[in-house]
């Protein structure tokens, strides 16, 4: 008996390989409270309702960012997302948060290096676009108060990954992030697949956009916020 005890549990052992005994997923919102999180670059609401984040748009407030105040390296981020189709968000990954007034030195569309300057509290890095099916952008990698629309990581229109993403229904989001690769999934559907090293290390942080001063009040909700940091 001890013999095939011992025989079973090897078998147990070598079924499940080393990356998924080590699985371990941290839920970054508890469901009831916002502990852990913090607003930033602007001042729309967040709140908590039945389980989820709201974000709620205000008037004359810049982007707004609800921050984890822990950052992260290699992960797996996996959430839900439901959004009003005319209000345009976002999930910053490995982002910061600007200090001091900071200037960043880029090359423009032609090798050009140009300044550009963010003020203090700015939230800036690599965001996942989340935006209405129609526009056709989400799950796609925009860099935020930084280099903005880098063409090759946009999502082309009429591509299954334009597509993926369905108005009036929970979307799952699922984001891989180890060493310079980033990789996106917009409902099981592969919509971005990119290679950069400027930031490797950031915030997580729910973007509410600016609007105008004559638009109405629109809503983003997130739940099952969860992450699982890689070796």
Same mark, same amino acid.
């Given at each position: 008996m001890k013999i095939f005890k011992a025989y079973l549990l090897l078998v147990l052992i070598f079924a499940f390989p080393? %990356?998924?005994q080590n699985e371990k997923w941290i839920d970054l919102f508890d469901g009831k409270t916002l502990n852990g999180w913090s607003v930033h670059s +602007?001042?729309?609401k967040y709140r908590v309702e039945d389980g989820s984040i709201v974000g709620t748009t205000v008037k004359k407030s810049p982007n707004s960012f609800l921050c984890t105040e822990k950052e992260y390296g290699d992960f797996i981020l996996e959430f839900e997302v439901m959004v009003d189709p005319k209000l345009n968000s976002g999930v910053q =990954?490995? %982002?910061r948060i600007a200090p001091e007034e900071l200037t960043f030195w880029l090359r423009d569309e032609k090798g050009k290096f140009q300044a550009k300057t963010i003020p203090k509290d700015r939230v800036h890095g690599y965001q996942v676009e989340i935006? +209405?099916?129609e526009v056709g952008t989400s799950g796609g990698i925009y860099d935020e108060a930084r280099r903005a629309m880098v063409e090759e990581w946009w999502i082309k229109k009429g591509t299954k990954a %334009? #597509?993926?993403f369905i108005d009036g229904q929970w979307n799952k989001y699922r984001i891989e992030c180890k060493g310079q690769s =980033? #990789?996106?999934w917009v409902n099981g559907v592969l919509t971005a697949d990119i290679k950069d090293a400027m930031t490797q290390r950031g915030i997580i942080g729910l973007q509410v956009h600016s609007v105008g001063d004559d638009a109405?009040?629109?809503e983003v909700r997130w739940k099952n916020i969860r992450l699982q940091e890689l070796n």
């Open positions: 080393a %990356s998924a +602007g001042f729309a =990954i490995r %982002s935006a +209405g099916a %334009s #597509k993926a =980033i #990789k996106t109405p009040t629109y």
